[in-house]
């Protein structure tokens, strides 16, 4: 089902005049309303009547994810807080979170975004869909729980909730889709199994994004669930969930270009790199009122295609992700940074200064390890001391990081060091 035809099937050139519009209008809006921008702009001699179209766009400076934490809480906002309906925040591990502000109209379109997606996998109001990402700063579960209210489904709002309840309530109210990360969905067939009641299951849907998954893992959602499993893009900083999403055809994910001003570019040059050749995702948010972003670097790696889809719609389409052309890594649906592991290791101070993460893909869920080197004095103390020192480091590790984490310790001289930059994380995960 197509939700919005006028919207997601116009022709391109009735798009281009849109988003031309939408454009100009934004930036004018910005650089009246966030000292920041106008400050930015100024600075590479760019005043508003400068912009007319969307080529222009390459005239306006980048924003990054600095520039937000420049600005920390409020300081890019372009409405002022009386019509800041509700914020979102990362959970600022790295530093200082992010901030996002919507304003009531912002709602209504994130809505109407998600809307779109769960419109695309066939969800309406005959559906009970279990949303178990989380609700709170985290944007996921509430992005998802307004679209699915929208497009008249029933919600079942469980959020992160323990897998036996999770499995429970899919199976006790015959939900008919899930929204969750693909490792967890795949780590509740697998529970399911087990018990050996997986006929109880009565998905026909599955809204799957927050982390990077592959084909193969599709395949494993569909066969065993006998149903279909959708890709769903999105990040806080732009929106939430609902930036982009799949179709039936899953030849990339239709991004919502009525809101969202998509660019690929060349990470090292900055340029813009053509049609179907890949590079870094860069956004301009066209409509959103309170916290508009200009060209922001998503650092997500993948190309775009501008052609017609088999399903009718016209929305250009965005590649699978192959990377980052950062060092974050997404584990679980949490970004995570190499740096972070080393702030903690570094608070605690009872570590060597070196460490290797690494990452792999057991039982369809995504491990993280740390190996930590430590003086060899622990070594020779009792069993105990070294257990009770692992503990308290993987304590701290979960305090910074937001998720569990497996600590071994080494001995010392036990990471491979290099005269060159170090290698600090293997990643084992095929996501080919």
């Given at each position: 089902?197509?939700?919005?035809?006028?919207?997601?099937c116009m022709?391109?050139?009735?798009?281009?005049h849109?988003?031309?519009?939408?454009?100009?209008?934004?930036?004018?809006?910005i650089?009246?309303?966030?000292?920041?921008y106008?400050?930015k702009m100024?600075?590479?001699?760019?005043?508003p009547?400068?912009?007319?179209?969307v080529e222009d766009?390459?005239?306006?400076?980048?924003?990054t994810?600095?520039?937000l934490r420049?600005?920390?809480?409020?300081?890019l906002?372009?409405?002022?807080?009386?019509?800041v309906?509700?914020?979102?925040?990362?959970s600022?591990?790295t530093g200082?979170?992010t901030?996002?502000?919507?304003s009531r109209?912002?709602?209504?379109?994130?809505?109407?975004?998600?809307?779109r997606?769960l419109?695309?996998?066939?969800?309406g109001?005959?559906?009970?869909i279990?949303?178990s990402?989380?609700y709170?700063?985290?944007?996921?579960?509430?992005?998802?729980?307004?679209g699915?209210?929208?497009?008249?489904?029933?919600v079942v709002?469980?959020?992160?909730?323990?897998t036996?309840?999770q499995i429970?309530?899919?199976?006790d109210?015959?939900?008919t889709?899930?929204?969750?990360t693909?490792?967890?969905?795949?780590h509740?067939?697998?529970?399911?199994?087990?018990?050996?009641?997986?006929?109880?299951?009565h998905?026909?849907?599955?809204?799957?994004?927050?982390?990077p998954?592959?084909?193969?893992?599709?395949?494993?959602i569909?066969?065993?669930?006998?149903?279909?499993a959708y890709?769903?893009?999105g990040?806080?900083e732009?929106m939430g969930?609902?930036?982009a999403?799949d179709?039936?055809?899953?030849?990339?994910?239709h991004?919502?270009?009525?809101?969202?001003?998509?660019?690929?570019?060349?990470?090292?040059?900055l340029?813009?790199?053509?049609?179907?050749e890949a590079?870094?995702?860069?956004?301009t948010t066209?409509?959103?009122?309170?916290?508009?972003?200009?060209?922001?670097?998503?650092?997500?790696?993948?190309s775009i295609?501008y052609?017609?889809c088999?399903?009718g719609r016209?929305?250009?389409?965005?590649?699978?992700f192959t990377?980052?052309?950062d060092?974050?890594?997404v584990?679980?649906g949490v970004?995570?940074?190499p740096s972070?592991?080393e702030?903690a290791?570094?608070e605690?101070g009872?570590?060597?200064?070196y460490?290797?993460i690494?990452v792999?893909?057991?039982d369809?869920?995504?491990?993280?390890e740390?190996?930590?080197?430590?003086?060899?004095k622990?070594?020779s103390d009792e069993?105990?001391?070294?257990?009770?020192l692992?503990?308290?480091?993987?304590?701290?590790?979960?305090?910074?990081?937001?998720?569990?984490?497996?600590?071994?310790l080494?001995e010392?001289?036990?990471?491979?060091?290099?005269?060159?930059?170090?290698?600090?994380?293997?990643?084992?995960?095929i996501?080919?």
């Amino acid at each position: 089902m197509i939700w919005n035809e006028s919207k997601e099937c116009m022709s391109r050139d009735e798009m281009h005049h849109m988003q031309s519009v939408r454009l100009s209008k934004l930036v004018k809006r910005i650089y009246h309303n966030v000292p920041y921008y106008r400050k930015k702009m100024q600075e590479v001699g760019i005043e508003p009547w400068d912009i007319k179209t969307v080529e222009d766009i390459s005239k306006l400076p980048f924003t990054t994810k600095e520039d937000l934490r420049d600005n920390y809480p409020f300081g890019l906002f372009a409405v002022p807080m009386t019509e800041v309906v509700r914020l979102h925040a990362s959970s600022g591990t790295t530093g200082k979170a992010t901030v996002v502000g919507y304003s009531r109209r912002d709602i209504e379109i994130w809505t109407e975004c998600v809307t779109r997606v769960l419109a695309m996998a066939g969800i309406g109001k005959d559906d009970k869909i279990q949303v178990s990402y989380g609700y709170g700063l985290f944007t996921g579960g509430l992005g998802l729980h307004y679209g699915a209210e929208n497009v008249g489904a029933t919600v079942v709002p469980m959020s992160t909730s323990g897998t036996k309840k999770q499995i429970t309530m899919m199976e006790d109210f015959k939900c008919t889709a899930v929204a969750c990360t693909p490792s967890y969905l795949l780590h509740l067939i697998e529970e399911i199994k087990e018990k050996g009641n997986l006929s109880e299951v009565h998905l026909k849907a599955a809204i799957c994004g927050g982390e990077p998954w592959t084909d193969n893992m599709r395949e494993n959602i569909e066969n065993n669930l006998n149903s279909k499993a959708y890709d769903i893009y999105g990040l806080s900083e732009i929106m939430g969930p609902g930036v982009a999403a799949d179709c039936r055809y899953h030849k990339g994910l239709h991004i919502y270009e009525d809101h969202f001003l998509p660019e690929i570019i060349n990470s090292d040059t900055l340029e813009q790199v053509p049609e179907g050749e890949a590079g870094e995702l860069v956004i301009t948010t066209l409509t959103k009122e309170a916290f508009p972003l200009i060209r922001y670097r998503t650092k997500d790696l993948t190309s775009i295609s501008y052609d017609k889809c088999d399903c009718g719609r016209t929305l250009a389409r965005i590649s699978r992700f192959t990377g980052r052309s950062d060092d974050m890594l997404v584990i679980r649906g949490v970004n995570v940074f190499p740096s972070q592991v080393e702030a903690a290791l570094l608070e605690l101070g009872e570590t060597k200064p070196y460490y290797m993460i690494i990452v792999d893909r057991v039982d369809n869920m995504d491990t993280f390890e740390v190996w930590v080197e430590v003086d060899e004095k622990f070594f020779s103390d009792e069993i105990r001391e070294l257990e009770k020192l692992r503990q308290k480091i993987a304590h701290g590790l979960r305090q910074a990081l937001g998720l569990n984490v497996k600590v071994k310790l080494v001995e010392p001289k036990t990471i491979e060091r290099t005269s060159g930059k170090s290698t600090r994380v293997i990643d084992k995960r095929i996501l080919v």
